[in-house]
């Protein structure tokens, strides 16, 4: 483990000079680090002060969503940690994302140079949303989303019990500070926000810079690269543009709501089941909608 100063308050400034050095973590508590430099000289820092990064010959495991900003986030990993780090890359299939998801992975697999990995959960071998939600007979609500609770995060655990990685990174931007805390607090403590000076915007940038083609998902206009017909989503606006780009997937999410007894869409203030939205309805823009799907937004 190494300690990176962050920023030099009045108590750290007499070993500003040592910043490059080696130091060895004899104890951690809530507050702060007791440490030990290269020459054996005891020394406090204070967590507020400190960014543990990973070590030499570490594994780094970073979760790859099809999205612009987990290719960006396994480039930059790859070209800050992969000269003295393992670092392996792995997706989630998810059976009803679109099909061009696959093809941007596979394009960022030889613009990196690296394999992807891939993660499942034992239980749902298919990988299909649609199976998740007959066999929990829950599609989404205050509880979050069973897709990815089954299908991404505890693939996710699967994998780490096998793998046994010592770090997590995912693709947090600039913009996503307070859910990258949120992960770190609540799911890995040993995780690098390697977004944390990069946003979204910019993330499109030099995927496109690259000479890559986005996935199809962001040329449709829809806010991620999630699977067409996102549970999370509760905006007329939303679902209306499933109705439209993707027809097929709308009636069959009306039809397996209606099934289960789950009321999607939030229109004018209640919550309606799918099939009897209006057309026409409108909600907040596409834009400013936020339902990111990852290993980590949902519980």
């Known amino acids: 483990m190494k300690i990176e100063i962050k920023s030099a308050k009045d108590c750290l400034m007499w070993y500003a000079d040592m910043i490059g050095s080696e130091w060895s973590v004899l104890r951690h508590d809530v507050g702060y680090f007791l440490v030990k ?118 693939a996710r655990y699967e994998w780490e019990i096998k793998n046994r990685p010592d770090w997590t990174i995912l693709g947090f931007t600039k913009e996503e500070k307070d859910r990258f805390n949120n992960f770190k607090t609540n799911e890995r403590q040993a995780t690098v926000h390697i977004l944390e000076n990069t946003t979204k915007g910019e993330c499109f940038e030099m995927v496109l810079d690259a000479g890559l083609k986005l996935p199809d998902m962001y040329i449709w206009l829809y806010p991620n690269a999630n699977c067409p017909g996102c549970v999370k989503a509760t905006s007329p606006t939303y679902w209306n543009h499933v109705r439209v780009m993707h027809p097929k997937v709308f009636q069959e999410r009306c039809e397996q709501s209606r099934e289960i007894g789950v009321r999607l869409v939030r229109y004018k203030g209640k919550r309606i089941f799918l099939d009897e939205l209006p057309p026409d309805a409108k909600g907040r823009s596409m834009k400013n909608m936020n339902f990111e799907c990852g290993i980590f937004c949902s519980k």
């Open 37 to 154: 430099d290269n020459e054996n000289r005891l020394n406090i820092i204070h967590k507020s002060d400190a960014i543990i990064v990973p070590d030499d010959g570490d594994t780094i495991a970073v979760w790859f969503s099809c999205g612009a900003a987990s290719a960006i986030a396994a480039k930059m990993t790859l070209e800050k940690y992969g000269h003295r780090c393992n670092v392996r890359i792995i997706n989630n299939f998810i059976k009803e994302e679109d099909p061009d998801n696959q093809r941007f992975l596979r394009d960022v697999e030889g613009w990196l140079g690296v394999k992807f990995e891939s993660a499942i959960n034992s239980k749902y071998k298919s990988c299909s949303i649609v199976e998740v939600f007959d066999d929990r007979r829950y599609m989404s609500g205050i509880a979050g989303a069973p897709c990815t609770l089954e299908l991404k995060k505890k």
